[in-house]
C-alpha cells in the first residue's frame, strides 16, 4: 500500500463501547496528525505526535486517546463517546523539517448512536 | 496565534471558466507555507499548491495557480479552464515552525461546484 491508509472505513458505535481507529503511513514521515471533521465546521486538530511524541494535544476529551507505537502507526482509542462526536476522523502524516505539506487519509465516517 | 480565513462558504462555476477562491491570513512568523487543499465528495483530501513566503513568484500547477500578496496576506487560488472534476471543497492552510513542530492551521473551507 502506498500513501495514508485508516481502517476502518466507516464505524457504528454505542455510547458504552470501545473501538479504536487505526493509520498507518507508508511514505517515511516523521509526524502524524488526528483532525475531527464535521459537517458545517473547521478542520479540527485533536492530536500531533512529532518523532512518535505527543506535541499537540488541542483540548481533546480524555474519552480520545491517541497511540503512537511507532512513526508509520497511529491510533484513536474511543471509549464512551457522545452522539456528537459523530465526525469524519482524518489521519495525516508530514515530514518535519520540510515544507509541512500534509498528506491525508481517506478517513473513517464514525457514526455514535 | 495564525489564522485563516476563507470568506467564501460556497461559489460556482461553469465548465471551462475561470473561478477565485480567496483567503486571507494572519501571522507575525516570516518565514512559513501556504497550501491549498482539495477534498473531493466522499474522497481523500489531496494537496492543490504549495506557496512559500520567501518566493515572490506565484506558484503555478497546471490550471492552478496562486496570487499571494505576502504584505497583504492575501492567497487566492485561481482555477482556469474549471472541469466537473474541479468539484471539491478546497481548503486554504497556513504551516510554519512552531514549538519545535510545524502547526498546521487551515481555513473553514470554500465548497466549488461546477456547473456543466
Known amino acids: 500500500e502506498t500513501g495514508v491508509t485508516q481502517t476502518p472505513r466507516h464505524l457504528v458505535m454505542g455510547m458504552t463501547n470501545k473501538k479504536s481507529l487505526k493509520c498507518e503511513q507508508h511514505?517515511?514521515?516523521?509526524?502524524m496528525y488526528w483532525y475531527k471533521q464535521s459537517a458545517k465546521k473547521p478542520l479540527e486538530l485533536m492530536f500531533v505526535y512529532s518523532l512518535e511524541e505527543r506535541v499537540e494535544n488541542n483540548s481533546v476529551p480524555s474519552r480520545f486517546s491517541p497511540e503512537c507505537p511507532n512513526s508509520s502507526h497511529l491510533f484513536l482509542h474511543l471509549h464512551t463517546l457522545q452522539p456528537e462526536d459523530s465526525a469524519l476522523y482524518l489521519c495525516?502524516?508530514?515530514?518535519?523539517?520540510?515544507?509541512?505539506?500534509?498528506?491525508f487519509g481517506p478517513g473513517t465516517r464514525l457514526t455514535v448512536t | 496565534a495564525q489564522t485563516v480565513t476563507q470568506s467564501q462558504p460556497e461559489m460556482s462555476v461553469q465548465e471551462a471558466e475561470t473561478v477565485t477562491l480567496s483567503c486571507t491570513y494572519d501571522?507575525?512568523?516570516?518565514?512559513?507555507?501556504l497550501f491549498w487543499y482539495k477534498q473531493p465528495p466522499s474522497r481523500q483530501m489531496i494537496l492543490v499548491i504549495r506557496q512559500e513566503a520567501y518566493k515572490q513568484q506565484n506558484a503555478t500547477e497546471n490550471r492552478f495557480s496562486v496570487n499571494f500578496q505576502k504584505a497583504a496576506k492575501s492567497f487566492s487560488l485561481k482555477i482556469s479552464d474549471s472541469q466537473l472534476g474541479d468539484t471539491a471543497m478546497y481548503f486554504c492552510?497556513?504551516?510554519?515552525?512552531?514549538?519545535?513542530?510545524?502547526?498546521?492551521?487551515f481555513g473553514t473551507g470554500t465548497k466549488l461546484q461546477v456547473i456543466p
Open positions: 511514505l517515511g514521515h516523521n509526524a
Open positions: 501571522t507575525s512568523e516570516n518565514n512559513y507555507y
Open positions: 495525516a502524516s508530514s515530514q518535519e523539517g520540510t515544507s509541512g505539506e500534509q498528506y
Open positions: 492552510a497556513f504551516t510554519s515552525l512552531s514549538g519545535g513542530y510545524q502547526k498546521v492551521t
